[in-house]
């Protein structure tokens, strides 16, 4: 299975050379601020099976915890995928930026003890209040 995607502004692509099975939408705060939306919608994805096609010169990154990093494109902000230092093996990423259909056979919602107020869960997924 091959997988494309790239940012807002096309200026990075990729190909992922794995099927996506799970998507974790994530309710914490810092995947708020790191979308500017009320979730993150992400998959854990096998780093040796992403490879970057165009724009590694325009992928910049922000360490928004200790050991975790945050890609985004530097000329359109689209947020890609982060890393973990201790997690070399896999990264996360950011499912709105994939350009290929899937059909993921599980999605769950984590974080919900600290979700915005303002949005209600109205799907029948699992819920976590916290990482399960």
Known sequence: ???????????????????????????????????????????????????????????????????????FCSECGSPLYSARDGQPETYRLRIGTLDSTISPTEKIHIFTGSKAEWIELCDSNPKYEERP
């Open 1 to 71: 299975m091959m997988l494309k995607g790239s940012c807002l502004c096309g200026a990075v692509t990729y190909q992922l050379d794995q099927e996506i099975k799970q998507i974790v939408f994530c309710h914490c705060s810092k995947c708020r601020k790191a979308t500017g939306t009320a979730f993150n919608s992400a998959t854990a994805i096998h780093s040796d099976k992403f490879t970057l096609l165009t724009g590694k010169d325009k992928l910049k990154s922000f360490s928004s915890s200790p050991g975790v990093h945050r890609f």
